[in-house]
């Protein structure tokens, strides 16, 4: 049996459940799922609410971004690097809607790095959000 070490990201958004950010075993780094959310409030980047619950202003482009920059965020906080990641999976809430913007911001941030990956449409996510990744890296064992 492989001994595992969990990674909580400080600087990246707060689990929505009982789960660390990542977890090495050997040389693979698992990635719980990643979403969107502001680390500092919390708020989804694009998102405004009405008092009923429902959006009034949405921004797809900017929630892709932010789930980029939280995947890196977990990963440099578990000693790992963007070119690191293998393998990518994508849940949208609105495949039809959103995969083509999803898929040109996904060729400008994995030019250089080509992981695999998976595109996956869903009802919804546990959170107001229209995206969230999980992801597998391999990285250096550690020391």
């Excluded at 919390?42 to 932010?66: I, R």
């Excluded at 965020?73 to 999803?102: C, I, K, Q, Y």
């Excluded at 996956?120 to 990285?139: H, Q």
Aim: glycine residues 6%; hydrophobic residues 40%; negative net charge.
């Amino acid at each position: 049996m492989s001994v595992s070490e969990k990674f909580h990201a400080s600087n990246a958004p707060k689990p929505v459940g009982l789960y660390p950010h990542a977890r090495r075993v050997g040389n693979l780094l698992f990635l719980s799922g990643i979403g969107p959310r502001d680390p500092e409030t919390d708020g989804v980047p694009g998102l405004v609410l009405s008092p009923a619950g429902n959006y009034t202003e949405f921004d797809f482009e900017a929630q892709v971004h932010s789930v980029f920059r939280n995947v890196r965020t977990v990963l440099e906080a578990s000693g790992a690097r963007w070119e690191d990641l293998v393998d990518v999976t994508v849940f949208l809430t609105n495949l039809e809607r959103d995969f083509p913007t999803f898929n040109r911001i996904y060729a400008d941030y994995f030019h250089d790095n080509l992981p695999c990956r998976t595109t996956v449409g869903i009802d919804r996510l546990p959170t107001p959000i229209a995206i969230e990744l999980k992801c597998i890296a391999v990285v250096s064992q550690p020391d």
